[in-house]
Every structure is written in C-alpha cells, then in structure tokens.
C-alpha cells in the first residue's frame, strides 16, 4: 500500500465521519454500518479508515465542516491517484453511509452534492 492511497483512505474515513455527523451525532448503528460497508469496499485495507474513523470518533471529534474539508484537502493534494476506482469507491461508501440510518437527510445530501462538486473540479 502506498502513502497516497494511505491517505486517500483516510480522507474517506474523514468523509464519511462528516456524513455520520450530519444529524449532530453519531450513531452506533451508523458506526456499525461505516466498519460493514468500508470493510466490503476496501476488503484487507479497511483497517485504514477503519482506524481514523476511531480516532476521529473518540479523540479528535472535528467538526463536520473540518472533517469535510481535510478529506477535500487531501483528495486535491492525492488527485493524481484519485482515479475513477477511487471515485467509485468514495461515492459508494459515503452514499452508503448516508443512507446507514433513517436515511439519507438534508445535510447529508449537500455534503454528497459538494464531493461530487469537487470531484468535478478535480477531473476538469
């Protein structure tokens, strides 16, 4: 595993703890649901957003908005291997994740809006 893929997997453990904050708090159902999707979307290397989830979770606890924003920070700085498996991947958790518990609300809904809005930028 490289140090860029590394990254790039720690900025989806920082997205999807975005996502999960949404709604003000996190859910051991959503929780639950991040190590069940991340461990079928990254199979052995799940540990890697499975780790910084934690730490985010239980000593870090960013802000959703300084989550979001070192995930894009990262994604930028890791364009050159954010290639379009990367991009599927990304999508597909962070809809999953949305969609974890009760559905996927508002603010869940604009932050997914903004990725694809910077995955955008990054392809153009």
Known sequence: MNKETTELYEALAELSYA?????G??????????????????????WIAESRFEILNSAI??????AYDKAIQIIHHRKSHFDGNMEKIFLNVIQKVAD?????????????DQLKGEIEKIRA
């Not at 996502?19 to 709604?23: E, F, K, L, N, Q």
């Not at 708090?25 to 799940?46: G, M, N, T, V, Y």
């Open 61 to 66: 606890s960013p802000t959703l908005k300084s």
């Open 25 to 46: 708090k996190i859910q051991p159902e959503e929780k639950r649901k991040f190590r069940s999707i991340i461990r079928q979307e990254l199979k052995e290397d799940a």
């Open 100 to 112: 974890a518990f009760q559905g996927e609300d508002e603010m869940e809904e604009e932050i997914i």
């Open 19 to 23: 996502i999960a904050m949404a709604d």
